[in-house]
Nanobody, 120 residues
Framework: QVQFVESGGGLVQPGGSLRLSCAASGGFFSLYDMGWYRQPPRKQRELVATITRAGTTDYADSVKGRFTISRDNAKKTVSLQMNSLKPEDTAVYYC??????????????WGQGTQVTVSS
């Protein structure tokens, strides 16, 4: 069974940058559609960005133009480059891998999360 481990979180000033990484172990990474989600304090988890097995990307409106998701199937990693960070980007960021079991059914796998705090 695949496992995901995030890294790269931390404290950054508004306007700064961070790069999150998610490393996969086990499983066949190239079969997974990957994504980054976040959970701000006292709010529900929300989608940030996704990248399909074919490399198609999509972003939440709130991060378009500032965040970039990428994947390296050979290294079994997915990354999130975050630029022009704002205090409202403060959240626990989670790596997600989605595996298609059938044409209708999928299964999600999650990392443990990494804290990103944007504050002066």
């Amino acid at each position: 069974q695949v496992q995901f481990v995030e890294s790269g979180g931390g404290l950054v000033q508004p306007g700064g940058s961070l790069r999150l990484s998610c490393a996969a172990s086990g499983g066949f990474f190239s079969l997974y559609d990957m994504g980054w989600y976040r959970q701000p304090p006292r709010k529900q988890r929300e989608l940030v960005a996704t990248i399909t097995r074919a490399g198609t990307t999509d972003y939440a409106d709130s991060v378009k133009g500032r965040f970039t998701i990428s994947r390296d199937n050979a290294k079994k990693t997915v990354s999130l480059q975050m630029n022009s960070l704002k205090p409202e980007d403060t959240a626990v960021y989670y790596c997600n891998g989605r595996l298609a079991l059938t044409t209708l059914a999928t299964k999600d796998f999650w990392g443990q999360g990494t804290q990103v705090t944007v504050s002066s």
